[in-house]
């Protein structure tokens, strides 16, 4: 199976013959995230490793998103609306909310958690399983609802 940089590449020569500018954009710009990760380590980024990267990557267009909404910047909410799209390939896919509550469910019975106190360990946990999966917000919001 190839590594996500491997898959990046192939797709930088994709976008590169088809003269897709915008996409050539995107894809180049999480080569150069995942190329500048990798410069600051010894070893190959692990799959792991690769998926954050691209996960706070797309983190940052959702934050972004928001803020031009709020603004009312529509004008930059539908080129980011499609540069979202194609960060979205490289991630696995999301999980529905019932998936995510269903998931956390049982994180917080492996955890013995009771009340909101046990919040901190069910949210570490849960993102350590979910990482690329689900919004970490909207984890955040499900931990909540379940603990109260």
């Known amino acids: 199976m190839m590594s996500l940089t491997q898959r990046i590449n192939e797709d930088i020569k994709v976008a590169m013959k088809a003269k897709d500018k915008e996409t050539l ?3 180049r ?11 600051e380590q010894t070893e190959p980024l692990s799959e792991e490793q690769e998926i954050t990267i691209i996960a706070r990557e797309m983190k940052q267009r959702k934050d972004s998103l928001a803020e031009f909404e709020k603004a009312g910047r529509q004008d ?9 799209k194609i960060v979205e390939q ?3 896919a999301q999980l529905s909310e019932d998936e995510i509550k269903e998931a956390i469910t049982k994180i917080i019975a492996a955890v013995g958690a009771k009340d909101k106190s046990a919040f901190g360990a069910v949210m570490g946990k849960a993102m350590a399983e979910l990482k690329g999966q689900a919004d970490g917000q909207v984890v955040n919001r499900i931990v909540k609802e379940l603990l109260s």
């Open 29 to 39: 710009m999480l080569k150069a995230a995942l190329q500048k990760e990798q410069i």
């Open 25 to 27: 954009k995107v894809i």
């Open 76 to 84: 930059l909410v539908a080129p980011l609306l499609d540069e979202i």
């Open 90 to 92: 490289y991630l696995p």
